[in-house]
């Protein structure tokens, strides 16, 4: 075995949170395969191991995965029990003697196999269940980005922990590490090294590390009854309505370059491309959307205020009634997708209010000190 994974050694029963990204292109095999008897339980988390399953499609029956290691128990921590199956079971772990983490993760707080990992932590501690915790530290898209500002607490849910900014720019060992010292949990964590480069995509909808840099900002496009590109091959590249017209298309993108240009992370680091698209599913299904492609021309580019300036235009085209998605959102908050995505009260306001584009900005550029201080 080529990658030997020697911190693992002397380790006979052995849980692993993971997916398909948790893939060894030097063995051509997944390391629940490369684990052999010596797994013990896997831990399936939202999307199903082959992130085969759409967002918020639960997964109960997990018996297609038991030739990948017919010896392992495969247990989903995303399953139709809203009160108990996103947490993990503490019987599961209590015959472990350590856990490893393998996941890619790209450095957004919305992805919620951050929360699977903050929910693990939980459970470890709440039954004093001491066992190491290993990291394969798996790198970055959004390495060293950080954008927005922590997620306040009355917004907390399956899809962010409090105070995480939108994009924290953290390695998936450091993040893992935050969220260890916020439950306070006293679990030994190590890191594992990984330097493979091949890119398997996380989850069904983030098909590329691009879809990556742009995911912050254009994941709030969910709080809206606007398809984010579900359905199509671009998720969260292009985006669009049935009720925007195509003919105020350029409009809005005029608008957004004026508010845009002032602002160092957006001036000439965009472009949007107007467009017709048909959603295959989700939202807008085998309906003709009138939107737009969007194409990152600079690195520098901010993902969350060009989102947030996006809606806030686009606002002034369709009617509040037909652009923002109604009801309850996701497990663990009754609030609705755009007020759990943004998460914080001035950001929401500057949506739903009368406050300027510049004093947006420096409330975020504050905000992103903080976090790197």
């Not at 998605?325 to 759990?340: H, M, P, S, V």
Request: aromatic share 14%; with cysteine; proline share 5%.
């Amino acid at each position: 075995m080529k990658n030997s994974f020697k911190e693992l050694q002397g380790f006979n029963s052995i849980g692993l949170l993971a997916n398909q990204t948790s893939y060894y292109f030097s063995e051509n095999k997944y390391l629940i395969e490369l684990l052999g008897k010596k797994l013990k339980v896997v831990f399936v988390p939202e999307h199903g191991f082959f992130s085969e399953l759409q967002d918020q499609v639960t997964l109960d029956n997990t018996s297609d995965y038991q030739r990948l290691n017919p010896g392992a128990e495969f247990v989903s921590v995303y399953g139709s029990n809203k009160h108990h199956s996103l947490r993990f079971p503490p019987f599961k772990l209590l015959d472990t003697d350590c856990i490893v983490i393998d996941i890619q993760d790209i450095g957004v707080r919305y992805f919620t196999y951050i929360t699977s990992i903050f929910y693990l932590f939980e459970t470890l501690k709440i039954n004093k269940i001491d066992i190491p915790v290993f990291v394969v530290d798996r790198p970055n898209p959004n390495i060293g980005k950080i954008e927005g500002t922590p997620l306040q607490e009355v917004y907390q849910s399956f899809i962010g922990v409090a105070g995480l900014p939108h994009c924290y720019g953290l390695s998936l060992f450091e993040v893992t590490k935050w969220l260890k010292e916020k439950t306070k949990n006293k679990n030994e964590l190590f890191k594992i090294s990984f330097s493979e480069k091949n890119w398997i995509q996380p989850s069904p909808n983030i098909p590329s590390p691009e879809t990556c840099r742009i995911y912050t900002g254009m994941c709030l496009v969910e709080g809206t009854t606007m398809s984010e590109g579900r359905g199509t091959t671009l998720p969260f590249q292009i985006f669009g309505s049935p009720d925007l017209r195509f003919e105020d298309l350029e409009i809005i993108r005029k608008n957004i370059e004026k508010t845009s240009s002032k602002m160092t992370e957006l001036n000439d680091s965009w472009a949007l491309r107007p467009l017709k698209f048909i959603p295959t599913f989700h939202k807008h299904a085998n309906k003709i959307c009138n939107g737009f492609q969007i194409h990152v021309t600079n690195p520098i580019f901010h993902s969350l205020l060009f989102g947030l300036i996006l809606l806030k235009e686009t606002s002034r085209f369709m009617e509040p009634e037909k652009l923002w998605r109604k009801g309850a959102y996701e497990f663990g908050n009754d609030k609705t997708a755009i007020e759990l995505l943004v998460g914080d009260k001035f950001l929401l306001d500057y949506l739903f209010e009368d406050i300027s584009t510049i004093d947006l900005y420096e409330y975020i550029q504050q905000a992103e000190k903080g976090w790197m201080s």
